[in-house]
């Protein structure tokens, strides 16, 4: 595909592995262009989330997983950022909607600021609560109920109180793991109508099995197999035209 100018995400020869002899994510490289949203499909075991996961250090969570190359976020290398920094500017979705549940609905909001420890008055609490929430168009269905625990929402409701509480801290990247999988269709579609709305300030890297979802809302595409980047292209490029046989066969439902 054409180089991007000025990418906001630059990730570099980028290796994982889980032992000595086990390499999950091989000498993966791509840039990432602001205000995107950049699917990341293949089939099970391939690596996508483990190249995500990396993106935000959680392989730090675990002692035999080794990472090397560069992940560069605005030219400056993710991984010898300190760890709070780090993940202020890079938020995180998972694939099943966690809000903390000892949380009422205000304090998940502001979760990172809590557990950062830093301190803000009433009233900027009050504009940061109001604000996410109104940005994944959830603050009117809450309005009324935020002193109650996030966990007494709806999925739907419960994942875009997870998305308001990564975007609280205002990141640069937004990284969401299959984050409509445990979601029905209508939930769903919210989901997907909040990310194209949501790319207007923050730029999205989302791993999906869904390859009809991946050509409704990105505009890049990455296909990995067997822990290597096989194509990244346009999206409606790629579905239209792929340059490799195998993501021919992936997206042709010929490889699972």
């Known amino acids: 595909m054409e180089n991007i100018k000025d990418p906001i995400l630059q990730i570099k020869d980028v290796c994982i592995s889980y032992t000595s002899d086990v390499m999950a994510v ?24 483990t190249l995500l996961r990396a993106v935000n250090r959680m392989h730090e969570l675990y002692k035999n997983i080794r990472v090397t190359g560069e992940i560069l976020l605005n030219g400056e290398n993710v991984l010898q950022m300190h760890p709070m920094e780090e993940r202020r500017r890079i938020g995180m979705v998972f694939q099943r909607p966690n809000p903390f549940p000892t949380m009422n609905i205000y304090d998940n909001v502001l979760a990172g600021y809590i557990l950062n420890g830093i301190h803000l008055s009433k009233s900027q609490k009050d504009e940061i609560v109001e604000r ?21 929402l ?15 801290l205002q990141p640069d990247i937004l990284l969401m793991d299959e984050p409509t999988s445990a979601l029905d269709p209508i939930a769903t579609k919210h989901i997907e109508g909040l990310m194209d709305q949501l790319k207007k300030e923050v730029t999205i890297l989302i791993v999906t099995h869904n390859m009809s979802q991946a050509m409704r809302i990105s ?16 999206t409606e490029k790629m ?14 439902g010929k490889m699972g």
Request: net charge positive; with cysteine.
């Open 26 to 49: 091989k000498h993966v490289s791509a840039d990432i262009e602001k205000n995107t949203i950049t699917a990341i499909m293949g089939p099970s075991g391939c690596g996508k989330s």
């Open 132 to 152: 996410n929430l109104r940005n994944v168009c959830l603050w009117d269905e809450v309005k009324d109920s935020l002193t109650k625990r996030g966990t007494f």
């Open 154 to 168: 709806s999925g739907g409701q419960q994942q875009r109180l997870c998305i308001a509480r990564s975007l609280a």
């Open 219 to 234: 505009d890049r595409s990455m296909f990995m197999y067997m822990g290597e980047l096989i194509e990244y292209d346009n």
């Open 239 to 252: 579905f239209k035209d792929p340059v490799d046989e195998r993501t021919r066969a992936y997206l042709t």
